[in-house]
């Protein structure tokens, strides 16, 4: 107990042991449905589920201890849904990238990352992109993945008769489970439920087995799934392409200003700000999430990021890095019963990722909608995200039209001076898709 007042400085906080713990398993029942929407969203590229699942459980371990230790806050990492939904549906399945080119973009936009955090360079990544286009980029991207929950669920097909999306089989057993389990987490998330997403996902899956959408394993304990296929394949090199710059930015804005947005919204509920509402230690938090996501790029693993469920911790209690290292012991838990998590079907997990869109909507109602040069870029960007389904091709549209527009209504002071080569370089990512 001594080791652990001295490390984590309980009493100076507030907390005790037993509490922080508890704040921890909370943070766990509340993210623990990555253990099953990361699999099966990287399961789409080709990946092997249960290799999927012994990633994740590693990664959010390793990196949440770092976190707790380097930092003393209650902050807990794992995959970003954004990122998997770019990594894995458009990189990979899209644009028929090879998992080691998309992992060497990753390991890429961690380098940025990594290099903007320890150079100090925060303060001005965050002015320098208009706020239109950081808004709209997590809107594109909330739509994208409730696309993807949509398709995944049979729900929503490509009706190639009228080359238009369209409704599936409603009628089939996928479908109906989907609509059953997002009724259930709609439920809970209005009755406003600790742990709601994850207790939805069971729920689901327990009705999935009469339906015969789930399968009941053979057994309930097994050994790890082999990471072979995920460890070390990456390709760095090949990485360095021009046309690859838009997927690198789709990755990096929602990474960097998702950790931002987390640690200071999170910081401000468990009382960590200072008057001014600023974080003390901020950059150790940017520190680990960037380096995390540099980890994670040589195991096949998306962008690694500050999880927001890390608020529930928060309101248990927590409020040092004991909480996030709490987190972890439960995640390496998981590998006694990993059996269990991969009977998890994907229409049980559809709901989660069909509900994300609507809390990543949220900010649009922050855009000027009088100002054509805010609204029409931030429109784009979502609009061809979702019409493309591409993020890259709407956050390459939104900025060139945002320089254009703010050029020809006689604003271009309003532009970043490097937002104008960065614009050259996207018009020729799009000339690229013509040859």
Request: charged letters at 10%.
């Amino acid at each position: 107990m001594d080791f652990l007042e001295k490390q984590f400085k309980l009493k100076e906080h507030g907390t005790d042991v037993k509490t922080e713990i508890l704040a921890g398993i909370t943070t766990f029942a509340t993210m623990a449905y990555v253990l099953a929407t990361v699999p099966s969203m990287m399961g789409a590229a080709g990946f092997s589920k249960a290799a999927v699942l012994t990633m994740v459980i590693i990664l959010c371990a390793v990196t949440s201890v770092a976190m707790g230790l380097v930092t003393n806050r209650p902050f807990v990492l794992g995959p970003g849904l954004g990122s998997v939904g770019v990594y894995a549906i458009t990189m990979i399945v899209g644009e028929e990238m090879s998992p080691a080119v998309a992992s060497g973009v990753i390991f890429w936009e961690g380098i940025v990352f990594v290099i903007i955090s320890f150079v100090g360079l925060r303060d001005i990544i965050v002015k320098l992109i208009p706020l239109s286009i950081k808004i709209s980029i997590s809107a594109g991207i909330g739509l994208f993945i409730s696309l993807l929950g949509f398709k995944n669920a049979g729900i929503i097909v490509a009706n190639a008769k009228k080359n238009v999306l369209g409704f599936g089989d409603l009628t089939s057993p996928a479908a109906l489970l989907a609509v059953i389990g997002l009724v259930i987490l709609l439920v809970l998330e209005i009755r406003k439920i600790n742990g709601g997403v994850i207790l939805a996902i069971i729920l689901t899956t327990i009705i999935g087995i009469p339906l015969g959408v789930t399968k009941i394993p053979t057994t309930i304990f097994a050994a790890p799934g082999s990471i072979s296929e995920m460890a070390f394949n990456i390709d760095i090199i090949g990485a360095l392409n021009i046309k690859y710059i838009p997927f690198l930015f789709a990755l990096f804005i929602p990474d960097f200003f998702s950790t931002f947005g987390t640690v200071i919204g999170v910081g401000a509920k468990a009382g960590l700000l200072d008057e001014n509402g600023n974080l003390p230690g901020i950059e150790k938090c940017f520190y680990v999430d960037s380096i995390s996501t540099v980890l994670g790029s040589f195991f096949c693993m998306p962008c690694m990021t500050t999880y927001l469920e890390s608020a529930s911790g928060v309101e248990a209690g927590g409020k040092t890095g004991l909480t996030s290292i709490s987190t972890s012991a439960v995640f390496l838990l998981m590998f006694l019963i990993t059996p269990l998590a991969l009977m998890i079907p994907a229409a049980a997990t559809a709901p989660t990722l069909m509900l994300i869109g609507v809390k990543m909507l949220s900010g649009m109602r922050n855009i000027n909608y009088d100002d054509a040069t805010e609204c029409i870029p931030a429109f784009l960007s979502v609009a061809l995200t979702i019409f493309t389904f591409n993020v890259a091709n709407g956050i390459s549209a939104a900025i060139i039209v945002y320089v254009i527009l703010k050029v020809a209504s006689g604003r271009g002071r309003e532009v970043p001076k490097t937002m104008y080569p960065f614009a050259a370089v996207l018009c020729y990512y799009f000339y690229t898709l013509t040859i």
